[in-house]
């Protein structure tokens, strides 16, 4: 007995004509969830509820278990770099386990090979294709295979050739400080430039961080000093302080909260327990937001 009362009355074909229709239109909605949650995190409505992270607003707002969040969150992101994966989502070509397998891919991929180029759009859409209209299991199967082969090919330290366009005067150049450094080769010479410029790179880099240990850490005056900071942690109940205007929610993030000034220090404000409170990181990311525009936080970021 079913809580549908019409469907017993249906004979067999019409219900397998409906449930293909519901099925249909189910996929359909789950690409205009995904869209939804896109604008959601666009416009960092979970912040402004009062949620710490989208994960945070899709589990507990939301009512999805931790690993329906995670898939929906993954498909979303997989749409922000390859928007041809929202038809075949709504065409039920790729589920949206794949669609987060490939994200979670992509995300290594970038993560991993820093210095490899991105995959090109027509890359990308083989990669959808493989993903589209298989398995789960064949999903990742295939996935790891092409992450295994990538880590390998890495560790060969493979030559490439590189073809130079330079002026006249720079190969001459070019010929003189080859001859100057003893190398027969240009391949040589950039080989000990780089190493050289590397090199140098690193000891710059370790003065810098030798000078940032011997200053004391409250020389600026726009850091809470730790014992400011460990009041705050404690006023705060370990807690994230940022209390939604709209549903008056306070947010439940407890994870690298970092101290924030009430009357921000770029205008003035103290450095000081009464103008201090703990917010997490994308709370304190969404009041810089709305002090000095996306524009400065985005600049600071990069
Ligand atoms: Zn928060």
């Not at 969040?69 to 038809?87: C, D, N, S, V, W």
């Not at 690193?202 to 003065?207: I, L």
């Not at 942690?233 to 994230?240: I, N």
């Amino acid at each position: 007995m079913t809580t549908t009362p019409l469907l017993q009355t249906m004979d067999d074909q019409e219900l397998i004509k409906t449930t293909l229709y519901f099925s249909q239109k189910e996929r359909y909605y789950t690409k205009i969830l995904l869209d939804h949650l896109m604008e959601i995190e666009d416009r960092r409505i979970h912040l402004k509820l009062g949620y710490e992270s989208l994960f945070a607003y899709c589990t507990r707002e939301l009512s999805y278990s931790e690993a329906e969040a995670l898939t929906r969150i993954g498909a979303m992101r997989l749409l922000r770099k390859i928007p041809e994966a929202a038809e075949k989502i709504a065409q039920g070509q790729l589920t949206l386990t794949n669609a987060s397998l490939l994200q979670g891919h992509l995300r290594r991929q970038e993560a991993s090979l820093p210095e490899k180029k991105e995959n090109s759009k027509e890359e990308e859409l083989q990669l959808l294709a493989k993903c589209s209209n298989t398995s789960a299991r064949k999903c990742k199967e295939m996935l790891e295979e092409i992450e295994q082969k990538a880590r390998g090919e890495e560790e060969e330290d493979r030559t490439v050739t590189i073809t130079l366009k330079v002026k006249q005067s720079v190969l001459k150049k070019i010929q003189e400080v080859k001859k100057e450094r003893g190398v027969k080769s240009e391949a040589e010479l950039i080989e000990l430039l780089c190493k050289e410029e590397l090199k140098r790179e690193k000891k710059k880099q370790e003065k810098a961080s030798e000078k940032e240990t011997v200053l004391p850490p409250a020389t600026t005056k726009r850091c809470f000093p730790e014992k400011m900071r460990k009041e705050l942690l404690k006023r705060a109940g370990h807690q994230c302080c940022y209390i939604s205007p709209l549903t008056g929610r306070r947010c439940e993030g407890t994870s690298e909260l970092q101290a924030d000034h009430v009357y921000p220090a770029a205008w003035g404000g103290e450095t000081s327990i009464e103008n201090g409170r703990m917010l997490c990181r994308g709370h304190n990311q969404l009041l810089a937001r709305e002090c000095f525009g996306d524009h400065k936080v985005d600049a600071k970021k990069t």
